[in-house]
């Protein structure tokens, strides 16, 4: 990347605001929906057994097996922003590439049909030019701590000793050049030295650039993108205003706690 936006994460890791609250996410496992959604496509014959963890990547696997990413210019009338309605266009399909969005909304809601608490994360770089980010948090009851899974590249990031990182921590060992890596399978190429200038674009400069603030749905259920009732929540560096970047996303004047908005 030729902006070490690694300086920047590490400049502004302060998320100390004064307008900032404690919030409480909810999840709701019990729309009959999600019911629908799991006997339809299958989900826990796919998820199989073990772990949660082991489950949670086997349906990672499943929707980019069966989906081609893409920045579809167009959407038909009508489709509807949920798992099923998204699968329905996308599965098998490449002529109909969904982007970041629709996956992680898919794979969250999937997530949610087989009893995993899972969320889709909206990740921001500093200035928004058009292009942000998408990913899913996982939680691993077993470990009491999330996994972030990415479904536009089929991918998620460990350390040096081959734990799965979630995006916090993802974060702060970008701002720290710290050693990363992908698992096998994972769609994207990654120079050895991130950091430097390439001509050639990498998923870890990319995620630099993205990971400068966030926001999520304060409820996560299915059909969030289509329900009135949304409520959006940020998380911002202390000093930031999203509204003054022109981030057409900003919706919210909701503005998590560090430790309230990972919990």
Request: include cysteine.
């Amino acid at each position: 990347m030729n902006k070490r936006y690694d300086r920047l994460l590490a400049k502004s890791s302060d998320f100390n605001r004064d307008d900032a609250v404690e919030i409480e996410f909810a999840y709701d496992f019990d729309d009959p929906r999600l019911a629908r959604l799991e006997a339809k496509w299958r989900l826990r014959e796919t998820a199989g057994v073990g772990d949660t963890q082991s489950r949670a990547l086997k349906l990672l696997h499943w929707l980019c097996a069966h989906t081609k990413k893409g920045n579809p210019q167009s959407l038909p009338e009508g489709l509807l922003m949920n798992a099923d309605a998204l699968l329905d266009w996308a599965f098998e399909q490449s002529e109909n590439a969904p982007n970041c969005k629709h996956l992680s909304i898919i794979l969250s809601e999937c997530l949610l049909a087989v009893g995993i608490k899972a969320y889709a994360l909206w990740c921001f770089p500093k200035v928004y030019e058009g292009d942000n980010h998408v990913v899913v948090q996982v939680w691993l009851p077993e470990e009491k701590r999330w996994i972030m899974v990415d479904p536009s590249f089929n991918l998620y990031v460990m350390d040096d000793v081959g734990r799965i990182l979630d995006a916090p921590e993802l974060r702060l060992r970008l701002s720290e050049r710290a050693a990363l890596r992908l698992n096998e399978g994972a769609k994207v190429r990654i120079p050895a030295a991130w950091w430097k200038p390439r001509k050639m674009w990498n998923y870890f400069g990319y995620m630099a650039r993205d990971m400068y603030c966030f926001n999520r749905s304060r409820d996560t259920y299915f059909g969030i993108l289509d329900a009135e009732r949304a409520a959006w929540v940020f998380l911002l560096p202390a000093g930031y205003e999203p509204a003054e970047k022109g981030n057409p996303y900003y919706v919210s004047n909701i503005y998590a706690t560090w430790n309230s908005f990972w919990a």
